[in-house]
Each structure stands twice: as structure tokens, then as C-alpha cells.
């Protein structure tokens, strides 16, 4: 994990056979969070109409234009519950433990890569070396084997680069590069890092 891997980031990473963050890295906060923007004063200042027509209730519940009643706050207080208790089950499952290790944890909470790592939210402290060097031994990957970096420079052509590496990785197979030292490949969250095959 790089600087910051909470929520959405943790949920992303907590499945992996090994996770490895910073001593500094944000992460954690798993957690729901929701509300409700209502604009009907605002609209009302600037002279704009809103109506609608329903028929029920319920139906005026995702309008901007109304605040929720009394049904509509339980019924998205129980959804949030219900989103809650599934992502922490999947925090429990994903780091192979119970959900009543982990809900204290939960609750939104965020912690540092480090104590993290002494939580058992994450597997060790580490950076970008670290997380190679597990991710080759994990592979089976010899140290010191050969390895190539490519630089990934946007996400619009992220698979037009990806496609001009596997023709190059494809001849280089074609020529005799033996092909059992690319088992691994690492793309950085952000597209503009680097892709490496080993």
C-alpha cells in the first residue's frame, strides 16, 4: 500500500495473499458512510421550481427536493448496516479471521501502515522493494532474475502500451527469453508508475 489505502483501498487490497504497507500509510477506515443532500431551500432562493409526482411516499425519497421522513432514515440506516456488516465479513474473510476480531477495528476507524500491521489488518510494514521482493518469492520467482520495467505514462493509453509490451514480450519468447521468469506483474494503482515482468 502506498500513502493511502483506506476504505475503497483497503477493500481493494484485503483479499491479497500478502499485504504490505507503509509505516505511514493511511489505511483501514473500513467503514460506511451516506447522507442526503437536500436543495429545496436553495432552489427556493433562486426562484427555481421543482415538483414531481409519486405514487407513494418511498418514491419522493431519492428526490433533492425532500428530506427524508421517518421510513425513509430507517430503511437507509438499515442499508448502510447491511453494506457494513458485508464489508466487514469480507475484512474478517479476506484476512482469514473472525468478523469479531475485526469489527473493533471496523467502525471507520484508520490506523497507520504500521500499526496496521501489529492490528493484523495488514501482513508487514514495507515499501515498493519489500512488496517486490515478497511478490517474486510468492511467485517462485528466483532473486536476481532478469526483470524489465516499462513506464506507463496515462490511463487513456494504458492498453495501447500494454499491447505494444506483449509483442515485445512475445518475440523476446519467440527468440528463447525464457518465458517461466514472467510470473509477475505489478501495475501501480495510478497507471502512470511502472509495469514490471520478471
Request: hydrophobic share 40%; charged share 25%.
Amino acid at each position: 500500500m502506498g500513502n493511502l489505502a483506506g476504505s475503497g483501498g483497503y477493500y481493494i487490497a484485503m483479499y491479497a495473499d500478502r499485504i504490505l504497507a507503509s509505516p505511514g500509510t493511511i489505511t483501514g477506515s473500513i467503514g460506511v458512510i451516506s447522507g442526503k443532500f437536500v436543495a429545496r431551500e436553495a432552489a427556493d432562493r433562486i426562484g427555481v421550481g421543482w415538483d414531481g409526482v409519486a405514487l407513494e411516499g418511498a418514491a419522493r425519497r431519492s428526490s433533492p427536493m425532500h428530506p427524508l421522513d421517518e421510513a425513509g432514515r430507517a430503511r437507509m440506516e438499515h442499508e448502510l448496516d447491511e453494506i457494513y456488516k458485508d464489508f466487514v465479513m469480507r475484512a474478517a474473510d479476506g484476512r482469514k479471521t473472525s468478523f469479531e476480531k475485526i469489527e473493533p477495528l471496523a467502525r471507520g476507524r484508520i490506523w497507520t501502515g504500521a500499526r496496521a500491521a501489529e492490528l493484523g489488518l495488514v501482513d508487514g510494514v514495507g515499501g515498493w522493494r519489500e512488496a517486490e521482493s515478497e511478490l517474486a518469492r510468492l511467485c517462485g520467482v528466483a532473486e536476481g532474475s532478469e526483470s524489465r520495467w516499462w513506464v506507463l505514462t496515462s490511463r487513456a493509453h494504458v492498453w495501447n502500451q500494454l499491447r505494444g509490451m506483449a509483442s515485445v514480450l512475445w518475440a523476446e519468447v519467440a527468440a528463447g527469453w525464457d518465458a517461466r521468469t514472467r510470473g509477475i506483474v505489478e501495475l501501480r494503482d495510478d497507471f502512470s508508475g511502472n509495469l514490471r515482468l520478471k
